[in-house]
T-cell receptor
Framework: DTEVTQTPKHLVMGMTNKKSLKCEQH?????MYWYKQKAKKPPELMFV???????INESVPSRFSPECPNSSLLNLHLHALQPEDSALYLCASSSPTAGTEAFFGQGTRLTVV | AQRVTQPEKLLSVFKGAPVELKCNYSYSGSPELFWYVQYSRQRLQLLLRHISRESIKGFTADLNKGETSFHLKKPFAQEEDSAMYYCALQGAQKLVFGQGTRLTINP
């Protein structure tokens, strides 16, 4: 299984809602990532988990809260988002070794209304 | 800090013509460089990486540390090469992408 699976594929939420994005991989990768991608822009790194510990937070607002419950799962909890947070959220995983391929999920298309 | 620059947002060539997508980087350490590709309606996927020095789908890329470049080349473009191409640099656990180049191959 060489896939990274993200659910849901699409999500519409109000500014007062709480929701979660989920990401799963069974490749034994111990590094997992969240990226945000706006239309016609490159993916922007948000968070990096290495061996289930948060190792990088790219100054992301606290309304985004990542969680890595085990080596196969990565969640992104969302609360009190703004319309400008609407974007494609991508999850990726890789071996923590430098120079190895990152595998990306299809993404969750998030719309904040 | 890590930085990747792709100067061309759009590149259009005819089928059979050579293709070169430019990438320059800035990084104080020893970089790991990649090209990722996104075909229409597909997920982002690795095309090639500098450490493997291989040719994938006819594409090659050479790391030039003196010029801090990692340009992607293909001698004869094919219509199925039309896609979004991202140059990426991995350093200190971060994988950072350039702005991307949309390549269109005209028949």
């Amino acid at each position: 299984d060489t896939e990274v699976t993200q659910t849901p594929k699409h999500l519409v939420m109000g500014m007062t809602n709480k929701k979660s994005l989920k990401c799963e991989q069974h490749m034994g990768h111990r590094a997992m990532y969240w990226y945000k991608q706006k239309a016609k822009k490159p993916p922007e790194l948000m968070f990096v988990y290495s061996y289930e510990k948060l190792s990088i937070n790219e100054s992301v607002p606290s309304r985004f809260s990542p969680e890595c419950p085990n080596s196969s799962l990565l969640n992104l909890h969302l609360h009190a988002l703004q319309p400008e947070d609407s974007a494609l959220y991508l999850c990726a995983s890789s071996s923590p070794t430098a120079g190895t391929e990152a595998f990306f999920g299809q993404g969750t298309r998030l719309t904040v209304v | 800090a890590q930085r990747v620059t792709q100067p061309e947002k759009l590149l259009s060539v005819f089928k059979g013509a050579p293709v070169e997508l430019k990438c320059n980087y800035s990084y104080s350490g020893s970089p790991e460089l990649f090209w990722y590709v996104q075909y229409s309606r597909q997920r982002l996927q690795l095309l090639l990486r500098h450490i493997s020095r291989e040719s994938i789908k006819g594409f090659t890329a050479d790391l030039n540390k003196g010029e801090t470049s990692f340009h992607l080349k293909k001698p004869f473009a094919q219509e199925e090469d039309s896609a979004m191409y991202y140059c990426a640099l991995q350093g200190a656990q971060k994988l950072v992408f350039g702005q991307g180049t949309r390549l269109t191959i005209n028949p």
